[in-house]
């Protein structure tokens, strides 16, 4: 794989966004995507195969099922830039549907080095499928191939996984119409979200029985440790779920389970915690099918079509910019 790289980032960001996180009044919180450092993403991976956690495969069953019905709806030639590679896997599905009818460019855009090694493993070896990988942000790499297209080529983008449902509804909202910015009227959009299902399943899905999220959740803590010089102590905190069915999201934090100052020396901050005090590390919103058409609809796409699994409740949107 040719790899656009860039590097991660910078500590200084991080320190910034640590410092200010959790010495902001009231709630402390901290920025979800700093879960994914080379062990975040291996735990990841592990949840990802909990029984109770069923978004990932329900995610890759209905491409598996439907990948066909999916590509028979848009242009050809087209190019494929995923946002995000993860691990790949579930992206064989359309690559190889794909690669039946014309030859295939795929650009996984993703910050974490590791992510896009994982994703060449995966995927470098379907015929007349080519990997460009971009290591940048999401609209930054998905800027630059939209840039690099030739005429006639049209672009499908991938935002699978409910990885949305990080944001809140808003900036969800807001980052839809970034994307399609990017896009020319006829471009698609494949739109994976997790939908609104019974809260102790959610539950679940989020505080395993064996410890995954909760392993995933504190190494947030490590990382910092690591990366940033601090004294966390990891056997203070606590992973906590809970479920706010107004918002229709799953909040994870972190709690203390005593009073407690912590240092963060390569961020030159101290914190104090209370104890009982939590610090919000992920929120993941499920959405209803019909929130998915309006929220395509207001930032300048239409909802061509939908498919929704039964099993574990989750729908792939397929969206074309108009
Ligand atoms: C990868 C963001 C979709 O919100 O379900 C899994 C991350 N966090 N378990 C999700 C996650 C805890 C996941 N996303």
Request: charged content about 25%.
């Amino acid at each position: 794989m040719l790899t656009e790289a860039i590097p991660q980032y910078p500590v200084a960001d991080f320190a910034a966004e640590v410092r200010a996180g959790l010495t902001k009044p009231g709630q402390k919180e901290l920025p979800s995507k700093y879960l994914y450092d080379e062990v975040g993403s291996v735990l990841f991976e592990v949840i990802s195969v909990l029984p109770e956690y069923g978004l990932t495969r329900a995610d890759e069953r209905l491409l598996r099922h439907h990948a066909e019905q999916m590509i028979s709806r848009l242009p050809s030639p087209v190019l494929v830039a995923e946002l995000g590679s993860g691990s790949g896997k579930k992206t064989r599905w359309i690559l190889q549907a794909l690669s039946r009818r014309q030859r295939t460019t795929y650009y996984p855009i993703e910050i974490s080095p590791t992510a896009l090694a994982q994703c060449e493993k995966e995927l470098g070896q379907i015929d007349s499928v080519s990997i460009v990988g971009y290591e940048r942000s999401y609209l930054d790499g998905l800027l630059e191939v939209a840039a690099g297209r030739r005429a006639g080529e049209s672009l499908l983008v991938l935002f699978l996984g409910s990885n949305i449902g990080n944001f809140d509804r808003p900036a969800g909202e807001d980052f839809l119409g970034e994307v399609r910015r990017r896009l020319a009227p006829g471009d698609g959009m494949l739109l994976g979200t997790d939908l609104v299902k019974p809260a102790p399943q959610l539950l679940a899905a989020y505080d395993d029985p064996i410890g995954v999220t909760a392993a995933f959740n504190l190494n947030l803590l490590a990382r910092i440790n690591r990366e940033l010089d601090a004294d966390f102590n990891l056997a203070a905190f606590r992973h906590a779920v809970k479920y706010d069915p107004q918002e229709r999201r799953i909040e994870m934090h972190l709690r203390s389970t005593q009073a407690q100052s912590v240092a963060v020396r390569k961020a030159r901050f101290s914190v104090v915690f209370a104890n009982d005090e939590t610090i919000w590390t992920e929120s993941s919103y499920k959405y209803v099918p019909a929130e998915v058409v309006e929220m395509a609809q207001r930032t300048g796409f239409r909802c061509e079509a939908q498919w929704v699994d039964r099993e574990w409740p989750f729908a792939q949107s397929l969206l074309i910019a108009v």
